[in-house]
């Protein structure tokens, strides 16, 4: 970054900005009091043309993907676009500096769109309340409907009223971004133009929902994306910008503040200064608006506090506050006494740190090892005058990428083994986005999983419509679709499926994706799977081994490869045996993964029982390094074939594992060789398993449905954090050991010998936590646990109960200040993980009525000791950017 920069500070993040951006980012207070109103017209002069249109979509949709609730690949290299280039779409922000223009139709009569479902399509009315950063939308009757032409049909009515926040937004796709989207639902491309989709977690179900829109016209979907964009934009500009350091503004730069910021329109829709303070209720809007949840009380002591200083006279609610009592305001609010202890631990009673107290804390405490080199660069950058540091310096340097809590384990040659020596990130059912039995399956399932590193996803092929397995005609006619067979989930078509996948296979990780083809179709729409994959993945997809040394490659060898796992479709025949116990195979006759063979004999007793589908051999030969036999024993020559995969569902591996011999014989099979679990059919609401005991016998693919964060999922998903999501983990050393002689095999498989670890977590305090939806008020406590020892001895019986005391009125920064120490025994430190709940009681300090807000899993030997600032995730997986929760974490063996 070049020129001089000024460090803006916030409470749960740190960013740089150049001197040229702060009249821009010094208007807050403006943005904050007024969001106006005006005539559709202020839009209108976005549109001019059909390349207008496209050009403002894909501009839009690349500003509204760096926003917090949404990474795409396409629009990475733009992150660092500059604040003047996102208010070129809607050039009144510019002349009014940063004023959010609502037209009427949002808030009036409801901007009419066409949502579109699988159900069916229904005309909407959509609305938006700027002040608390809401929309609504409710569907209408034709007759009430406005007279719109479209080309689409229109049915249902309803006076329901649907909401979401901003802050519920979890991605938006519009244009050619989300052709996936309606290339799901049969729209044609003529109203690619006017689509868009976003993706929003309702409160209420707790459950991601997906609204498709379209608009009439160009000119409606601007005034929509445009809307969208300024409203994040303003959203995100308040959160970092509230706890500005006003000392950094010169003179100009508050008299800005003071003669532009407070304003609003007159009757004729001029702006004009009316009053140059921010009243009490100004305060509360603001924090309100924030979702910065703060008891009214505090607020108003501060408020108080500060008028009587200036004015000696008490608190003017008329008057307000000038600059300099807000400012003063600030300052007293986000007052942090917790970093203010530890500052006195570190400085003493000293007043600024210098680079020697520095080095020390950041060695011995954070326990890091930059050279110093390094480190003096990083203390020039927090320093004030390149000299000392402030306690402010400190609290930015502990928010920076310098202090991220989790430990990257990559090293140069992390992913140079082969794929069966790691823990690969696998889904179950990625195509459904609710319950096993009847939730709907869509390629967001998909987009979902693989933004979040998942490099193991299945897709379960079915023949479409108008298709019989015993007609060949009408299955000529039929195509594949993936659904879950023998329920009643919705279906989407196979081809719109790989190309989903295609598009976003490698936005989080380069490494290989594993296709996991579960094949319920007929011999002519197999081949069209075959066609179908080899069309749309071209040379990505292996066809054929990289070298002739059947051996398993590694993710580095594959980057940017797909992989096809599936069945094989004939029995082993004319094994050969290689150098390190291997086989290769040829084959001849009919097999199956799931052990049937295929057979012309009836037999009424097993009419109930799923048929076996046999395989193509185009089909079974797109499983190259992964192919799918049906388990029958370890001992088996087939057993040992160098890309084998055997799949086991949850309930017979258990069943395994309490059988010594036959655990032994896993555990040696899994050092080697592919297998992949998956949940029981029994979990019907798609819930999951702990994972941990099939990590511990060396499982490669333990397949979890990711639509469901339970503990299942958020362990699955803490133990890939330590790559940066990149989907492929090592198994520790003893469970990718050479194999020994059976003379040794006794001493090798048993259990490694328990590990004592002493621990001690301090939960210091949190910060900017949400409320939950169905209170007014957040009395915030934590619970904290530990999964995967074998046992805890704890330091005091009063830590046992693993909760923090209740915070009565504060999700704004409540402090605790809670220690949680002592022992624990495990056999592996790799599979013990560290849980944090932040919960709110309804009932002040009373534990009642207890509702999750946030949480946090994490693997603990991936926890960097010391001072740590942890990202919270809500109920559904979803990080809640403003919040964190500030810990001090160590541990030893």
């Known amino acids: 970054m070049n020129g001089p920069v000024d460090i803006i500070k916030s409470p749960s993040m740190t960013y740089l900005a150049d001197k040229s951006d702060m009249e821009e980012e010094s208007c807050f207070i403006k943005k904050l009091l007024h969001l106006n109103k005006s005539a559709d017209d202020d839009i209108s002069s976005l549109e001019s043309n059909s390349s207008t249109a496209r050009s403002v979509a894909s501009s839009i949709t690349r500003k509204l993907q760096r926003s917090p609730f949404i990474i795409h690949p396409s629009i990475a290299t733009d992150v660092l676009d500059s604040l003047e280039d996102e208010i070129e779409l809607h050039p009144d922000l510019s002349k009014s500096i940063g004023h959010i223009k609502i037209p009427p139709s949002f808030v009036k009569e409801g901007l009419p769109l066409l949502k579109v479902s699988h159900k069916s399509k229904k005309r909407v009315l959509f609305y938006i309340d700027p002040a608390n950063f809401k929309f609504n939308w409710r569907v209408v009757s034709n007759s009430s409907a406005p007279s719109q032409t479209h080309r689409l049909s229109i049915t249902g009515s309803s006076s329901r009223i649907y909401e979401f926040t901003l802050d519920d937004i979890k991605s938006v796709y519009m244009g050619v971004e989300a052709s996936s989207y309606r290339e799901e639902f049969n729209i044609s491309k003529e109203f690619e133009e006017k689509w868009i989709t976003i993706i929003y977690f309702n409160q209420k179900k707790k459950n991601l929902k997906t609204l498709h829109l379209i608009a009439d016209t160009n000119h409606d979907f601007k005034k929509l994306s445009v809307i969208l964009q300024s409203l994040r934009n303003l959203r995100d500009q308040l959160a970092k910008q509230f706890l500005i350091d006003f000392d950094d503004l010169d003179s100009t730069q508050k008299k800005l503040i003071l003669d532009k910021a407070l304003v609003q329109p007159d009757e004729t829709g001029e702006v004009k200064q009316v009053r140059e303070f921010l009243s009490f209720n100004d305060i509360l809007k603001y924090t ?22 200036e004015n000696d006279g008490g608190c003017n609610y008329e008057q307000g506050l000038n600059f300099e009592q807000f400012k003063m305001f600030v300052s007293k609010l986000k007052k942090r006494d917790d970093i203010i202890d530890i500052w006195n631990n570190i400085c003493g009673d000293g007043e600024v740190m210098d680079f020697q107290c520095f080095a020390k804390f950041v060695t011995k405490i954070q326990g890091e090892s930059y050279s110093e080199e390094i480190m003096r660069k990083i203390f020039n950058l927090f320093a004030i005058k390149n000299e000392y540091w402030s306690q402010e310096s400190l609290n930015n340097f502990l928010l920076s990428k310098f202090s991220k809590p989790i430990h990257n384990i990559e090293t140069r040659d992390y992913f140079d083994h082969p794929l069966t020596d790691y823990y690969i990130s696998s889904s179950h059912n990625t195509y459904l986005i609710g319950r096993q039995v009847a939730g709907d399956s869509s390629v967001e399932g998909y987009i979902r999983a693989l933004q979040r590193g998942c490099r193991s996803i299945e897709i379960d092929v079915w ?48 490494l290989p994706l594993i296709l996991s083809l579960e094949i319920n179709c007929s011999a002519s729409n197999q081949l069209k799977v075959v066609n179908i994959l080899k069309e749309i993945l071209g040379n990505s997809m292996v066809l054929a081994p990289i070298d002739d040394t059947s051996t398993i490659p590694s993710p580095a060898q594959l980057k940017h490869k797909f992989l096809i796992k599936s069945k094989k479709t004939s029995a082993f025949h004319n094994l050969v045996a290689m150098e390190d116990g291997s086989y290769t195979t040829s084959t001849t006759t009919s097999f199956s993964e799931d052990g049937s063979t295929a057979s012309t004999k009836s037999n009424s007793f097993i009419i109930r029982r799923k048929q076996s589908t046999k395989i193509i051999e185009e089909l079974s030969a797109l499983g190259v390094y992964i192919q799918g036999i049906k388990y029958k024993n370890f001992s088996l020559p087939e057993s040992k074939t160098f890309n084998h995969c055997f799949s086991l569902n949850e309930k017979s591996i258990n069943v395994m594992i309490k059988d010594e011999d036959k655990k032994i014989a896993l ?56 790559v940066d999501k990149k989907g492929y983990v090592l198994k520790p050393p003893a469970l990718r050991a050479p194999q020994l002689r059976s003379s040794k095999r006794l001493r090798l498989f048993k259990q490694p010998p328990p590990k004592r670890i002493k621990f001690s977590v301090d939960i210091i305090s949190a910060h900017q936590l949400p409320k939950p939806k169905e209170d007014d008020i957040i009395n915030p406590f934590i619970t904290f646990e530990i999964i995967g020892a074998n046992s805890i001895q704890w330091d005091s019986p009063e830590m046992e109960s693993g909760k923090t005391r209740i915070i009565v009125e504060n999700g704004f920064n409540p402090i605790w200040n809670a220690k949680f120490s002592g022992e624990l025994t495990c056999s592996y430190n790799e599979f013990v993980f560290l849980k944090f709940t932040i919960n709110s009681s309804s009932w002040g300090a009373e534990e009642s009525e207890v509702s999750p807000i946030g949480i946090l899993v994490a693997r603990m030997s991936y926890m960097k000791p010391g001072y740590r600032y942890l990202p919270i995730n809500d109920v559904f997986g979803e990080q809640l950017v403003y919040s964190s929760l500030f810990v001090k974490i160590g541990y030893s063996e």
């Open 288 to 309: 309100k608006r924030l979702n910065i949840n703060v008891n009214r009380k505090h607020l108003e002591s501060i408020f108080n506090e500060v008028s009587k200083q």
């Open 667 to 722: 555990d040696k099979h899994n050092r080697k060789y592919f297998m992949r679990v998956y949940p029981a059919k029994m979990r019907l609401k798609s819930t999951n398993f702990i994972p941990l005991s099939y990590w511990e016998h060396g499982v490669q693919m333990v397949a979890t449905n990711w639509q469901t964060y339970d503990l299942g999922q958020q362990l699955n998903e803490a133990l890939f954090e330590g």
């Open 463 to 510: 023949d479409g419509p108008n298709s019989d397995n015993n007609d060949l005609s009408s299955s000529l006619e039929s195509e594949p679709i993936v659904n879950h067979g023998r329920t009643f989930t919705t279906s989407i078509k196979f081809d719109n499926v790989i190309r989903t996948i295609k598009k976003f296979a490698f936005i989080t990780t380069p």
